[in-house]
């Protein structure tokens, strides 16, 4: 699998998935915690960059104790 054959998913959906609103997920594209591939006009992201994010965000709610 190549990086053209990755999940990529909308800002909508990653807030979905993470919980959070689509401004929260935007802050973290500017600031370079996740990456973002441009598909014409459209910002996406890669499926597997969630999975960093998602320990870390439910890490600083205190839902996972590393």
């Not at 594209?29 to 960059?49: E, F, K, W």
């Amino acid at each position: 699998m190549n990086s053209s054959d990755s999940v990529l998913l909308s800002i909508a959906e990653v807030a979905w998935l993470l919980g959070v609103d689509n401004s929260h997920v935007c802050q973290l594209i500017r600031v370079g915690r996740l990456p973002v591939v441009r598909r014409r006009s459209r910002m996406l992201v890669p499926a597997h960059a969630l999975a960093h994010v998602a320990v870390d965000t439910a890490a600083a709610e205190g839902g996972v104790s590393l």
